[in-house]
């Protein structure tokens, strides 16, 4: 592993040897544009197109050696996951400059390779147990919520052996029913083989606490389950874990923020809704200290439950507890990432992590790593409204306040938490875009079943010899034996009446009601939500003064190159928009990307 992350970032210096001046550094504009053109994906990365995904990794490479010394997980063509990038940083301590010089791997490379190989057909769309941010010597890790039937069968069977290592095939591969799969002897052992993998990966990385954010138990599409998860492992294998169930609305829901002007601020998620069936659930012993009313979860608006559910992040990977933590939604390139993107942002603005990075660079490192190179849809989202990304940026204005704040020596009075909104003088005048649509496990459908064999304490799995990754910095796995601890945990209220997200007292300059059929230039009148924070007269904490300055990056160049956009409504209607879907999703027809 140290020979790789020495080539790795060797690479990423621009060399001298040839005469010539090195290459500028790309910049957050080049990244949005390159971003808004095209879905990054690992066996694409050549020619032009590749050029600038390469430049991209290497920047990002250089910023991570900044302040770590790490090893790299060689993802070459996507060999091991297509939507995650070519060299998956693996950190693992802070160091000096002099310190990068003498770098000792304190990971056994190969080993840590094959347990990822192996276990990443646990999870749907390979995308394994990934660690993304050091803190205290405890990883923050991301991935996709585990596997169903149909796409580990699809998968192992079609896409491993045809398609090259290819995450987006098994959609199409033949549907395997459960009672396909109990013909077969070996069936009986293939999950516990493949799930006991991915157990050992996460105890590998010393990682206790997993944070699922679906909103559902399994995810469900005509009446068939696509994906599963831990918290309904039949056969209880991840019993051991702390498992947290933190439901939060989907990227669909992100399209009545953008409906709303971009207002967050009293936009309630739809709790009534069938497919909705995942509670609340959280070990009490985590929420005692947070002064959080957990059972008005479904009365929160959007603002609101995205910092709840922050506080609560940040408070696990603040305790004493030397454990890591996974975050993990259904196919982890939408919520997950903006969970991941709103921690690293908030410990760098207490100066607890990449502390060397200004606040350009750690806005290029997380759009970059974070979001691009581990396969957000950002054309798909944008054609569809649903806005995501840029409500992760725009957010930063919601947690400013020092109750945010990891550090623990000093206590601190608490500012104001929201920001007033925007003025006149920010009017925007943005071009909107017809874009191509793609696939996405969110919004397109699948025809496969899932359901766990056995019973707890049934499984078992090849013993692979690793010890817990950096040793040095973090205390060996502890096992607990407690399978079920107490929980907070309420389930659904049944109202009246549903609960809908509100619109009234909006202006009529709606993004999704302001469009003509010739995608003309548009003004937004009244506030805008691409406002540059103004300087104030009240002197501003490191903190807020930090947060601003990311966010006032963002605002400046995604008004630059994005832009605001009114998603376009589908010609055929509705009806033949779910036609469309249905076509694609049992795969008579395959999925365009291209941007007109």
Known sequence: MAGARAAAAAS??????????????????????????????????????????????????????????????????????????????????????????????????????????????ARCRGRFVCPVILFKGKHICRSATLAGWGELYGRT????????????????????????????SSDTHLFDKVRGYDIKLLRYLSVK???????????????MNVTSSEKVDKAQ????????????????????????????EGLIFNWKQDYVDAPLSIP????????????????????????????????????DDDSGLLVH????????????????????????????????????????????????????????????FFFCFNFLKHIISEEFSALKTQRRKSLPARDTGFTLEDICMLRRKDRGSTTSLSSDFSLVMESSPGAAGSFTYETVELVPAGAQTQAAWRKSHSSSPQSVLWNRPQPSEDRLPSHQGLGEARSSSSSSSNHSDFFRMGSSPLEVPKPRLAALSERESRLQEVRSAFLAAYSSTVGLR???????GAIGGLLEQFVRGVGLR?????TL
């Open 157 to 184: 069977g079609y896409n491993y052996i045809f398609s090259g290592g290819a995450d987006d095939a098994w959609a199409d591969a033949e549907d395997i029913t459960e009672e396909d799969c109990a013909l077969r």
């Open 12 to 121: 990423a210096r621009p060399s001298a040897s040839s005469g010539n001046p090195p290459p500028q550094e790309p910049g957050l504009g080049e990244l949005l544009e390159e971003f808004s053109r095209t879905q990054y994906r690992a066996k694409d990365c050549g020619g032009t197109g590749g050029s600038r995904v390469e430049r991209i990794e290497k920047r990002c490479l250089e910023l991570f050696g900044r302040d770590y010394c790490y090893s790299v997980i060689q993802n070459v063509n996507g060999d091991i996951c297509g939507h995650y990038p070519q060299h998956i940083v693996f950190l693992e301590y802070e160091s000096s400059e002099k310190e990068k010089d003498t770098f000792q791997s304190t990971v056994q490379v190969s080993k840590l390779q094959d347990l990822v190989n192996r276990s990443k057909t």
């Open 209 to 223: 606490y997993i944070c699922d954010l679906m909103v559902e138990n399994k995810k469900v599409k005509f009446g």
């Open 284 to 319: 009490d012993f985590l929420t005692c200290s947070l002064n959080i009313d957990w059972s008005q979860y479904q009365s929160w608006d959007l603002v609101q439950q995205t910092q709840n559910y922050l506080k609560l992040l940040l408070s696990i990977i603040n305790s």
């Open 329 to 388: 939604c259904i196919s982890g390139w939408d919520r997950t990432p903006l969970f991941i993107s709103l921690l690293r942002l908030s410990l760098w603005a207490d100066g607890l992590i990449h502390t060397s990075l200004k606040p350009a660079e750690i806005l290029y490192l997380t759009v970059a790593y974070d979001w691009f190179l581990f396969g957000h849809m950002l054309v798909d989202r944008l054609s569809k409204g649903e806005e995501i």
């Open 590 to 594: 395959g999925t365009s990307s291209s």
């Open 566 to 572: 009114a998603a376009a409504p589908s010609p055929s």
């Open 237 to 264: 294998r991840y019993a051991d874990f702390t498992l947290l169930s933190i439901p939060y609305p989907g990227c669909e829901f992100f399209k009545e923020y953008k409906d709303r002007d971009y207002m967050a």
